[in-house]
């Protein structure tokens, strides 16, 4: 039996802004190989997510795909993992 419950995929981002009501915007940073030379090259995205939890800029946070809340925004806050140093 299949079951048909899908999990949304998740991301772990730095807090780069919140002065947007009910949105952040998260930084998440990967590295990767560069193809020809091999060296690891650090590469960005920055993402809107939808906000309940109250986080701050600094803070690190999980976020997961959902359905669109509005043009750019298609990610959500599960949780706060840790909270800036003020």
Not at 32 to 42: D, E, F, M, N
Not at 44 to 67: F, P, Y
């Amino acid at each position: 039996m299949s079951d048909n419950t899908k999990t949304a995929r998740t991301l772990e981002g730095r807090v780069i802004s919140n002065k947007m009501a009910n949105t952040v915007t998260v930084l998440i940073e990967r590295q990767v190989q560069h193809p020809l030379l091999g060296k690891i090259i650090r590469r960005s995205t920055k993402l809107h997510a939808h906000d309940e939890t109250g986080a701050n800029e600094g803070d690190v946070v999980r976020i997961a795909e959902c359905r669109p809340l509005s043009k750019t925004k298609h990610h959500r806050v599960v949780e706060i993992v840790t909270r800036a140093e003020v």
